[in-house]
């Protein structure tokens, strides 16, 4: 980056961005310079992790680097305290590079989706990450996949799924293991709400005939599991049902308020979970027996919901309607994104930062807690994208006819002023930075 039409007489800052959105941040302060006299120049940073800050100067393969500290990949060494570096000589020629290394070259990542092949050709309507590589996504007609490299390939898990040829609309992988999946309509197209389990990893999958009841012919549509013993599964006509010991003798019927189509539902605890669904409705309960309607001040389809945490979380649906919370889902905030999109999925990564996907390939994402939303382009923008599942920011998106893509992509290339693509001896693959140089007075020259 080329800082020249900024280095004036007044404070400077430059801005070199690290892996998953953090920045070191460099401010030169303004010292009153004089051309040709000496000063000091203070420049204070936070530095993330794997960031190096070089003292060596800014000439590409410069031998003998001083480092003044490496925080490499992992640790705390310096990633929250701010390191002050003081440099300067006859003529303010002392120079200063801040960069990021990663010998992996992934230090820094674009965003931008590619797409990857599903092996299905059914509508994809959940995806969840158990990790940045490992992930699992549910379709149409019974159809589960599974890939342990972050996407390259998706294939069947080792046990096939008994019972009708039903759509997958929900699938979950809890913290111990277990895989439960909510699904309707069987093959002869007559509603009947599903819930079936796995605890061996996909080798052998289990229909939790308990769940039909007392013949249940209500469509399930999503599954919200704490552990293998503990889950709630919600679906049209106000359907919730709770499960303590594994779903396979014993369901217990709860409501809230009219019967209205309830399309997710998330759980944090065996008492605390929130269900949505049609005309605005959110449902939540804090004992794990009890429900109550939490005012949306919207009467739009809701389709998704994520929790960034116990507190903060968003709330998506039809009609640009994008909802947050702050208190646990006791009362929430309108957000608008002025795309006109019917949203189907949000992903929540923090209390600032969340992403959401739904109709005509729309992708929207927010790093301020939700005062304004970014469009995202993905590859196809014609599928509508019912599923998005991420681990913070490495997103999946998941749609019709199979369609399924991944964020973050395509590593930026090393780089220096000349447009060469590796910096060589100064930091390897992955090093990207800013380079402070030459102050003479009251502008800077020779800067990358």
């Known amino acids: ?76 060494a310096l990633s929250s305290a701010d ?3 003081q440099f300067g000589s006859s003529n303010d020629t002392s120079m200063l590079r801040l960069y990021q290394s990663d010998l992996a070259g992934t230090a820094m990542a674009k965003e931008g989706f590619a797409a990857q092949a599903s092996s299905t050709g059914g509508s994809i309507n959940d995806i969840f990450p158990v990790s940045s590589s490992d992930a699992w996504l549910a379709a149409n007609t019974n159809v589960v996949r599974h890939t342990v490299n972050g996407g390259a390939t998706w294939s069947a898990p080792a046990g096939a799924l008994a019972g009708p040829a039903t759509n997958l609309q929900d699938i979950e992988v809890t913290p111990d293991g277990a895989i439960w999946i909510a699904a309707d309509l069987d093959s002869a197209g007559v509603n009947r709400g599903r819930a079936i389990r796995s605890v061996d990893g996909g080798a052998t999958w289990t229909e ?22 503990t889950a709630w599964v919600v679906g049209d006509n106000g359907l919730i049902r709770k499960t303590t010991n594994g779903g396979g003798s014993a369901w217990t019927a709860q409501t809230c308020g009219a019967a209205v189509n309830l399309y997710e539902v998330t ?22 027996t009890n429900w109550t309607v939490q005012p949306s001040g919207t009467v739009q389809q809701l389709r998704g919901i994520s929790m960034a945490d116990a507190n903060v979380g968003w709330v998506v649906g039809h009609n640009d309607t994008i ?67 991420g681990i913070q920011d490495s997103v999946w998106i998941g749609g019709s006819l199979g369609s399924l893509q991944h964020s973050p992509t395509n590593p930026l290339a090393d780089y220096d002023d000349a447009g060469n693509v590796d910096w060589g001896t100064v930091g390897a693959a992955g090093a990207f930075g800013a380079c402070l140089s030459s102050v003479t007075g009251d502008a800077a020259t020779g800067v990358d």
């Open 267 to 288: 759980a944090r605890s065996a008492s605390w979970a929130i269900a949505v669904g049609t005309s605005g409705r959110i449902c939540r309960t804090t004992d794990g």
């Open 323 to 389: 909802l947050k919370t702050t208190d646990g889902g006791a009362t929430w905030v309108s957000q608008n994104t002025t795309t006109g999109e019917q949203y189907k999925d949000v992903h929540a990564v923090s209390a600032t930062s969340a992403w959401a996907t739904g109709t005509n390939g729309v992708v929207v994402r927010t790093v301020n807690g939700g005062t304004t939303w970014t469009v995202v382009t993905p590859v196809t923008t014609t599928n509508t994208y019912y599923a998005m599942g």
């Open 208 to 229: 939790l005939t308990a769940f039909l009841g007392a013949n249940l012919g209500e469509n399930a549509n999503a599954v919200a599991a704490v552990d293998a013993s």
């Open 1 to 76: 980056m080329d800082l020249r039409p900024h280095l004036r007489a007044r404070p400077l800052r430059a801005l070199a961005w690290a892996s998953g959105g953090a920045f070191v941040a460099a401010v030169l302060l303004s010292t009153g310079l004089a051309t040709g006299a000496s000063s000091a120049v203070v420049v204070s940073m936070t530095v993330p992790s794997a960031t190096q800050i070089d003292g060596s100067g800014c000439t590409t393969d410069t031998p003998g680097i001083t480092a003044f500290g490496v925080v490499q990949p992992g640790t705390s």
């Open 83 to 85: 390191c002050v570096v």
